[in-house]
């Protein structure tokens, strides 16, 4: 191998590079980081956001980007918890509907869907640039949410709902379980399904996928429903492991969500990027956050550091894509 | 290389190299640029002309050998500092910030100020009027450059370089959107420029507008020089072609083919509304028909309505089109591209950067995108189908390329416009529409793209092709349309079609 292909081959293993130096470095300063339990740890940690990350992915695919994630997930997490816990009753009617834990479920994923699906209505519909839109969703979910819970916590469930979040199956933890489904479907979407590739196209270039007869709306609104619906998921994970659905769950996850994807090398501008580059995305987080904890590092500069990453990442990223 | 009478250089490239991940995009070229000349650089796209343009206009800082500028070696540091020391470059793609003015974009980063030290409006308005009165462009400088067609804004463009009052300056190109009354007045402009011994270095694929004005020329192949030239008497466009693709271009028959006399498209009545109200028609009550075999080539000047006669069939803008379309003698209803591809059409569009390719997807992307049921198994993308099917149109179009995973802007012009022809005919259309399938595309891809285009035809396909190109209109078309302020004033059959008459057909009812 010349020094060229190395080279390349430096470049497209990056971020695993990166993750390897992070993890020598961490196991050589501490004992407890590179332990089975610290690792399953890590990965527990980082399932939620990787959920909701690759519905990030999706849409800064299409030149979008979805900041309501933090607020969808607390509501869809609040509504699960409030419809396992009392149900759906109207008084007036004399009408009242339990819920299985599954109907929990359906129900919390479904408002999610609903949430996001809007957005990509409101972007579509009415040309509101997403950012825009999103952003208002932010507030009218977070708001929608204390609405439900009345601002206090919804907490303790009886049944198999604690298992969600915190069981294990075949050794592996249920979130993980869950996160390497959505992971392995969203691969599968975008690397098989035709549907991926219009994804692509077009966040790569509008003008031309419109020309080429693809329903550019209709593919943003899906984008957008999977994101909420991902995020819903990340919900009741929360919910499930906390016991508990906290009004101000998820605050700042979006800012968490995004730095995934773009450590992992997808472009903002859109059309460039993959699922598995979040995957590392959030992997890299996780480790970072982790590490620091172990390590004893003030919360504050815990921020710093995460901060100075995201952008050593970007400009490494722009770096390299000029080389080539 | 050989002494030239007309003296010392303004600029030199002396044995220049420049690399890029692996390969060679110049190989020790060296050139030699002489002031009040018309200095042509001719070659195929991807032989490196834009490539040594940049050097010497320092947008690339990186290279080999030197660039030796009014007798010393200089090294830009960025395009800022050669536009300071007098050279500018009109580039081939479109530099404008498209939001902004005519005169905030010819004045960008150079804004006058009033003495308070605000940005004087009133001084750059007044200058931009006499720049674009000298190119006569008949626009407001506070419109925004988007409002205008791709032509005004070459023009704009071209406002901004003169400003600069550069004593070399690179054109790359700058005819290739213009009408012929506009490339004229260019040509017009040239020759003040030259008499106030500005150096023009003049990149063009059209070999008779090189002929009409370059004094002399440089042919590159493949990174490296390939011959040099004086204009003179004996210098016929075919030495050119030949110094540029190493043989000769056959030229088409001019038989008139026989086509199928059976109908394949008709259109009646098709009106277009301007969504900008002014004029109020883009497309003026427009009828014709297209028969199985018939290549139906369309002319005009720029913004005659040429384009938005394809695109107002293709099923854009439907909320302001209406008409009649019959595909194979029945009506259809186009209200979307989805309704226009269904009916059997495809649109292979002006603009293959912007309009045309998903340029950062790889070749096989871009080749199944309108075709996805070609390329699937239960719904689920077979990379052996994938494959298949690029193969196939790969080969019949003859496009080159190392992997179908490259991504197209890996390719050279001609390249993705064959890709994207592809991929329109990986769906399989009856109706193909063609806005300017040659432009930008380089002398021998211009050719293969012809030969396709006659092969389609032969096959049954109806071809109706846009093309600001006269000699490309008539030697292709078995009949032409032509189009002058959103009507069609003239339908010509081939046999009786000439420059002429087209060029009077396309004026008739302007005022």
């Known amino acids: 191998m010349d020094i060229k292909t190395l080279k390349v081959n430096l470049l497209k293993f990056q971020s695993i590079i990166a993750l390897l130096i992070?993890?020598?470095?961490?196991?050589?300063?501490?004992?407890?980081?590179?332990?089975?339990?610290?690792?399953?740890?890590?990965?527990?940690?980082?399932?939620?956001?990787?959920?909701?990350?690759?519905?990030?992915?999706l849409v800064i695919l299409t030149a979008g980007i979805d900041l309501s994630v933090g607020s969808v997930l607390a509501l869809c997490g609040a509504i699960t918890a409030g419809l396992l816990k009392f149900g759906a009753g109207f008084a007036d009617a004399n009408i009242y509907i339990g819920f299985t834990l599954f109907g929990a479920i359906t129900g919390g994923i479904l408002a999610g869907s609903l949430l996001g699906w809007f957005n990509g209505l409101v972007i579509t519909r009415f040309r509101v640039p997403p950012f825009v839109a999103t952003l208002a969703m932010l507030t009218i979910a977070r708001g929608l949410t204390m609405l439900w819970t009345g601002g206090f916590p919804i907490t303790g469930f009886e049944g198999n709902m604690a298992f969600i979040g915190t069981g294990w199956l075949l050794g592996i933890p249920m979130p993980v379980w869950i996160a390497a489904a959505v992971v392995a479907g969203a691969v599968v979407l975008t690397k098989k399904k035709p549907l991926g590739r219009h994804i692509y196209a077009v966040g790569g270039n509008e003008k031309a996928a419109a020309l080429s007869g693809l329903n550019v709306r209709r593919i943003k609104i899906i984008v957008y429903t999977i994101a909420g619906a991902l995020a819903a998921v990340g919900g009741i994970i929360v919910t499930s492991r906390l016991d508990s659905a906290q009004p101000n769950a998820g605050m700042g996850l979006e800012l968490d969500s995004i730095a995934a994807v773009v450590i992992g090398g997808t472009s903002l501008s859109g059309g460039k990027g993959s699922i598995m580059g979040t995957v590392q995305g959030a992997l890299i987080i996780g480790v970072l956050n982790n590490g620091l904890v172990l390590l004893n590092v003030s919360p504050f500069w815990q921020q710093v550091v995460k901060g100075v990453v995201i952008l050593l990442a970007v400009v490494i990223e722009k770096f390299n894509s000029r080389s080539e | 290389m050989e002494n030239r009478a007309a003296g010392k250089t303004v600029i030199e490239?002396?044995?220049?190299?420049?690399?890029?991940?692996?390969?060679?995009?110049?190989?020790?070229?060296?050139?030699?640029?002489?002031?009040?000349?018309?200095?042509?650089?001719?070659?195929?796209?991807?032989?490196?002309?834009?490539?040594?343009?940049?050097?010497?206009?320092?947008?690339?800082?990186?290279?080999?050998?030197?660039?030796?500028?009014?007798?010393?070696?200089?090294?830009?540091?960025?395009?800022?500092?050669?536009?300071?020391?007098?050279?500018?470059?009109?580039?081939?793609e479109l530099n404008l910030v498209q939001n902004m003015t005519v005169a905030e974009n010819i004045f960008l980063g150079r804004e006058p100020l009033t003495r308070l030290g605000f940005t004087d409006y009133g001084r750059m308005h007044e200058i931009t009027r006499e720049l674009t009165q000298r190119l006569h462009l008949d626009v407001d400088p506070a419109t925004p450059v988007f409002q205008l067609r791709t032509g005004q804004q070459q023009l704009v463009e071209i406002a901004r370089a003169l400003h600069l009052e550069s004593s070399i300056l690179i054109m790359d190109e700058p005819t290739s959107s213009l009408s012929e009354n506009e490339s004229e007045l260019l040509f017009m402009i040239i020759r003040k420029l030259k008499e106030k011994g500005v150096a023009i270095i003049y990149i063009s694929h059209k070999i008779e507008e090189l002929l009409h004005i370059a004094d002399n020329f440089t042919a590159l192949r493949d990174g490296r020089v390939t011959g040099s030239m004086d204009i003179g008497e004996d210098i016929v466009s075919d030495d050119i072609i030949r110094m540029m693709?190493?043989?000769?271009?056959?030229?088409?028959?001019?038989?008139?083919?026989?086509?199928?006399?059976?109908?394949?498209?008709?259109?009646?009545?098709?009106?277009?509304?301007?969504?900008?109200?002014?004029?109020?028609?883009?497309?003026?009550?427009?009828?014709?028909?297209?028969?199985?075999?018939?290549?139906?080539?369309?002319?005009?000047?720029?913004?005659?309505?040429?384009?938005?006669?394809?695109?107002?069939?293709?099923?854009?803008?439907?909320?302001?089109?209406?008409?009649?379309?019959?595909?194979e003698g029945k009506p259809v209803n186009i209200n979307s591209v989805q309704d226009a591809i269904r009916a059997g059409m495809a649109l292979v569009p002006e603009d293959r950067q912007l309009q045309g390719l998903i340029m950062a997807m790889n070749v096989a992307g871009n080749t199944t995108l309108v075709s996805p049921e070609k390329i699937t198994s239960a719904g689920f993308i077979n990379r052996k189908k994938e494959m298949q099917l690029c193969r196939r149109f790969r080969d019949k179009l003859n496009i080159r390329l190392s992997s179908f995973d490259q991504p197209v802007d890996t390719l050279s012009g001609g390249n993705q416009q064959k890709v994207l022809i592809a991929k329109w005919l990986a769906c399989g259309p009856k109706i193909l529409l063609l806005d300017e399938p040659t432009r930008g595309v380089d002398i021998g891809a211009k050719q293969e793209i012809y030969n396709i285009i006659d092969e389609l035809a032969l096959g049954g396909m109806g071809i109706i092709m846009v093309s600001s190109e006269l000699p490309e209109i008539l030697s292709m078309s078995d009949r032409i349309l032509v189009f002058s302020a959103s009507q069609l004033t003239a339908t010509l059959k081939r046999d009786e079609a000439d420059e002429e008459k087209i060029m009077k057909a396309a004026t008739v009812n302007l005022k």
């Not at chain 2, 007798?71 to 540091?77: A, E, K, N």
């Not at chain 2, 080539?297 to 293709?314: H, I, Y």
């Open chain 2, 245 to 327: 693709v190493g043989r000769d271009i056959i030229s088409r028959d001019k038989d008139v083919r026989a086509t199928d006399s059976k109908e394949l498209l008709k259109v009646t009545d098709l009106v277009f509304r301007n969504p900008k109200l002014k004029p109020p028609y883009l497309v003026n009550n427009v009828s014709f028909s297209l028969n199985r075999g018939e290549i139906l080539g369309v002319s005009g000047l720029m913004g005659a309505g040429r384009s938005e006669m394809l695109e107002a069939l293709f099923g854009l803008h439907s909320d302001y089109v209406s008409g009649n379309i019959f595909v």
């Open chain 1, 22 to 57: 992070m993890v020598i470095i961490l196991s050589l300063l501490t004992d407890r980081f590179l332990t089975t339990e610290n690792s399953w740890n890590i990965m527990r940690q980082i399932s939620v956001n990787l959920i909701v990350s690759v519905g990030m992915t």
């Open chain 2, 13 to 92: 490239a002396r044995n220049i190299s420049k690399e890029f991940s692996g390969n060679y995009a110049l190989t020790d070229v060296s050139l030699k640029i002489y002031p009040g000349k018309v200095n042509a650089i001719v070659g195929e796209n991807g032989a490196g002309k834009s490539t040594l343009m940049k050097i010497l206009s320092g947008v690339y800082t990186g290279y080999q050998g030197e660039v030796v500028y009014n007798g010393r070696t200089v090294t830009f540091s960025g395009t800022a500092e050669a536009q300071e020391s007098g050279i500018a470059i009109i580039h081939q």
